[in-house]
């Protein structure tokens, strides 16, 4: 009786240190695994980002633009070409500056049927297990604009089932590897009467997280409502998923420095997260024009006076 006491007591002892040693565990790795998988918070106006000519290879121009508008931004954009890696260099220089990385996969050099048959898995782990690893949080889009006629990704060039089976298909995979820290942005260009009908593009609440929107201000006429509030209304008939405006200009040829302020209005007017500025000087198509701030008083001076009062999000 006394030995299978002493039994009893030795194993219990035992598996209380056994579930010590898990606890000690789990508290060590806790928070590494919070950081992971915790989305970026939703709230209305705490975002700015920018995209620039540069990134990923150099965050300079980043700093440049927070110097001009008084502000450093907490999304730092760039375009990921098809076949190149995960940007995990840049991604934490990002975060040392307290800002999270988001980025545009660019298939032009893929087959999105082979995308979605799963053609490109290799790559695609690769690249999710790279953004897993880095394990803070990250912002992803694949195909932007694809409700657009301009890409070979998009309207007119692919059916829209089709590129809502690679969406899918991307999105799993990268779950499926533990890349729980990427926040979906399903980025759609504003709506025009060249563009495709938005909802056919929609893959569904279970694969995305934010709706991105793509708009800007070309002409004098330009206001929020035409450039965003318009697709903002037709993406509400189908979600409540959060709206980003990720990527927003004002031209020149608009008159920057008083419709950079109605862009900040219409921002907050219609609670979306934020928007990223797009401050590069654009030199193709027939709407060129040089979106930055930099080049101009006005401009930089509205642009100060309209990002001074946000509250941005410090994941």
């Known amino acids: 009786m006394r030995s299978r006491i002493v039994m009893f007591v030795a194993l219990a002892v035992a598996l209380a ?17 919070r950081d992971a998988q915790a989305p970026l918070p939703p709230k209305p106006a705490a975002y700015l980002g920018v995209y620039e000519s540069g990134p990923p290879h150099t965050y ?15 999304l730092v954009g760039y375009y990921s070409g098809w076949g190149q890696p995960f940007a995990r260099s840049f991604a934490e220089t990002a975060r040392r500056h307290r800002a999270v990385t988001i980025l545009q996969m660019d298939p032009t050099y893929a087959s999105i049927p082979a995308v979605a048959g799963g053609d490109y898995d290799h790559y695609l782990r690769m690249f999710a297990d790279s953004v897993r690893d880095f394990g803070h949080p990250v912002v992803i889009g694949f195909g932007h604009e694809m409700n ?6 998009g309207y007119r060039h692919v059916p829209a089932p089709t590129f809502v089976a690679a969406w899918r298909h991307i999105v799993s995979l990268f779950r499926g590897q533990g890349a729980d820290n990427v926040t979906w942005l399903w980025t759609i260009n504003q709506d025009l009467s060249t563009t495709g009908p938005l909802a056919s593009w929609w893959p569904g609440s279970r694969y995305v997280t ?6 800007y201000y070309y ?8 450039v965003f509030g318009e697709t903002i209304a037709q993406v509400r008939a189908f979600t409540r998923k959060p709206v980003l405006l990720s990527e927003a ?3 020149p040829q608009a008159g920057q420095s008083a419709k950079i302020q109605n862009l900040f209005a219409g921002m907050r007017q219609y609670q979306t997260l934020g928007l990223v500025w797009f401050d590069i000087a654009q030199h193709q198509g027939i709407y060129h024009q040089d979106w930055r701030i930099e080049d101009s ?4 001076a509205a642009f100060r006076r309209s990002a001074s009062s946000l509250t941005l999000a410090r994941p």
Do not use: K
Request: glycine letters at 10%; proline letters at 7%; zero cysteines.
């Open 297 to 300: 008083r006005a401009a930089t």
């Open 17 to 33: 240190a056994v579930a010590l040693a898990v606890d000690r565990g789990a508290a060590t790795s806790a928070p590494r695994l």
């Open 60 to 74: 300079q121009p980043v700093t440049l633009f927070a110097r001009a508008s008084g502000r450093h931004p907490n």
């Open 219 to 226: 002409r004098p006429s330009s206001t929020f409502t035409t």
């Open 249 to 251: 200009g004002v031209g």
């Open 210 to 215: 934010w709706v991105g929107i793509d708009g």
């Open 148 to 153: 657009a006629d301009w890409y070979s990704w």
